[in-house]
């Protein structure tokens, strides 16, 4: 339900009997407000309810910019270029401008529609770059890589596209000790995206690598706080609180 409003959005209720252990996956394709959800599983029994397990997520929604609000869309400008994108609309331009060049309306065709370009004008010369950040998410998660014949941890990350690539973010290789360590790995997507966790055998049996805890946050990864100090999350994507292991015979 809605966490704000208390407003029951999704009963469901699968209606499995008579086994002792199975796996059911569900979409929550209802989900479609950017708000904060709290999700709750309650197990029905022939005794009763069982204990119940709760989680708040938060649906952000796809990520889209047209530049009407001055604030740029959360979008930066990069620091290490020689000069910065303009927002600007034709409607506005002035009557200076470079003739013959740059849009006489935005993408929809409305003059009064913004949009951002780069002026081009002295002192600009050949080659000067200006580069715009869009917003930043932190990919976290756990892993154990504890053996003599450990390979590799890859994390990729794949934009949806007519031919989707996987880019290399992140990446570990050998025997890291037996025990749990965070990976917190900043992306910069341009699009819907998933992010892909590759296990790779390495040279015999005792390679088993392990995952858990995959979170998916706005904002750019920040240390963990002190132990003696709760976790504050503001943001939360998506969080997976599970315990996938690549293993290898």
Do not use: I, N, W
């Given at each position: 339900h809605n966490s704000?409003?208390?407003?029951v959005l999704v009963p469901r209720s699968l209606g499995i009997l008579s086994q002792t252990r199975w796996w059911e996956h569900h979409n929550l394709t209802e989900l479609v407000?950017?708000?904060?959800y709290l999700v709750k599983l309650t197990p029905i029994t022939r005794f009763g309810e069982g204990d119940a397990s709760e989680r708040i997520i938060a649906y952000t929604g796809q990520f889209r910019c047209g530049f009407e609000d001055s604030a740029l869309c959360q979008c930066a400008q990069d620091r290490g270029d020689a000069f910065d994108w303009t927002r600007h609309s034709a409607a506005s331009r002035d009557s200076k401008y470079t003739p013959n060049t740059g849009p006489s309306a935005d993408h929809r065709g409305d003059k009064g529609g913004h949009y951002l370009y780069i002026e081009t004008s002295r002192p600009r010369v050949p080659g000067d770059k200006a580069r715009l950040l869009t917003p930043t998410y932190c990919f976290s998660f756990y892993y154990h890589m504890y053996?003599?014949?450990i390979g590799s941890l890859i994390v990729?990350?794949?934009?949806?596209?007519?031919s989707p690539t996987d880019t290399q973010v992140w990446s570990l290789n050998g025997n890291q000790g037996d025990r749990w360590k965070q990976a917190r790995v900043n992306i910069q997507p341009m699009s819907a995206f998933q992010m892909v966790i590759e296990g790779v055998r390495g040279a015999g049996i005792e390679g088993d690598i392990a995952i858990d805890d995959i979170s998916i946050e706005e904002g750019e990864c920040k240390d963990p706080p002190p132990k003696s100090e709760p976790p504050s999350r503001v943001s939360i994507l998506f969080m997976c609180d599970l315990n996938l292991s690549v293993s290898f015979s």
């Open positions: 704000g409003q208390g407003l407000k950017p708000e904060s053996g003599k014949h990729f990350l794949r934009q949806k596209s007519p």
